[in-house]
């Protein structure tokens, strides 16, 4: 997840893949709307790159679950 805050990843199995918290809280203290906007900014790429993993794990086990 190089590039993110690396807050969010995910666990992929028989039931299919599910968005899991790594780091409590989410986000350092904000004093600011500038902070907040800035730290939510940073949390919304951190989960559109999740997203990407975990669309391309899912495939990758479709593609298993087809030839094995």
Avoid: Y
């Amino acid at each position: 997840m190089s590039g993110t805050v690396e807050v969010f990843d995910f666990d992929i199995d028989a039931d299919g893949a599910r968005v899991v918290v790594r780091l409590h809280p989410i986000c350092p203290s904000c004093r600011t709307d500038r902070e907040v906007d800035a730290n939510i900014k940073l949390l919304k790429e951190d989960l559109d790159a999740v997203a990407r993993r975990m669309k391309a794990a899912l495939q990758v086990q479709a593609n298993k679950s087809l030839t094995g």
